[in-house]
């Protein structure tokens, strides 16, 4: 989806990866396989320092447990920044998976079309987190200052608005509040 919107996306595995861009898509995976890799190879804390500068950071399923203040019923340990709850696999198992239209506080148009793979939901937000959408009474994408979460997959739709979206604070951003 970047690529289609022109975006120069790379791949983020170290430090100085980290170092080279202007912000950053946590996607979606195994969360806890994850903030151990984070870990392993250093990024925990220069991540943490430049979200604290500004950087935008998106987190999709996966992404958005890893980036969430705690995970309800685990002691997972996740990066804290998005000031959520949330609950793994809260949607259900791999063959409850489905694509539900979703009306979205501030994109407008028609319905975006979410797709659920094994995803969370957000069960409470704290400080300026809001939500931004929600499913069933549950929370499905939020939006605190320069982060996002999304419980869905935007990347598996043809919708570009969400990718837009993120894009757009990103190109907010000066150099200067997100220093390398």
């Keep these: ?107 407008g148009g028609k319905p975006f079309p979410g797709v659920f793979i094994r995803a969370p939901w957000i069960e409470a937000t704290r400080d300026n987190a809001k939500i931004m959408a929600s499913l069933d009474g549950k929370g499905v994408m939020v939006r605190q200052g320069n982060l996002l979460g999304t419980s869905f997959h935007p990347e598996l739709t043809d919708d570009p608005r969400i990718h837009k979206l993120f894009i757009d604070l990103v190109e907010r951003v000066t150099p200067a509040t997100a220093a390398r």
């Design 1 to 107: 989806m970047l690529g289609r919107l022109k975006v120069d996306a790379r791949s983020v595995k170290t430090a100085q990866d980290l170092s080279e861009v202007d912000g950053l898509i946590i996607p979606g995976g195994e969360s806890t396989t994850v903030g151990t890799m984070l870990n392993r190879f250093g990024l925990t804390q220069p991540l943490l320092e430049r979200v604290k500068k500004g950087m935008p950071v998106w987190g999709t399923c996966m992404g958005m447990i890893v980036m969430a203040q705690n995970v309800v019923g685990s002691s997972q340990p996740t990066l804290g920044m998005l000031h959520i709850d949330v609950k793994r696999n809260a949607f259900g198992r791999q063959v409850e998976s489905a694509e539900v239209p979703l009306t979205i506080s501030g994109l």
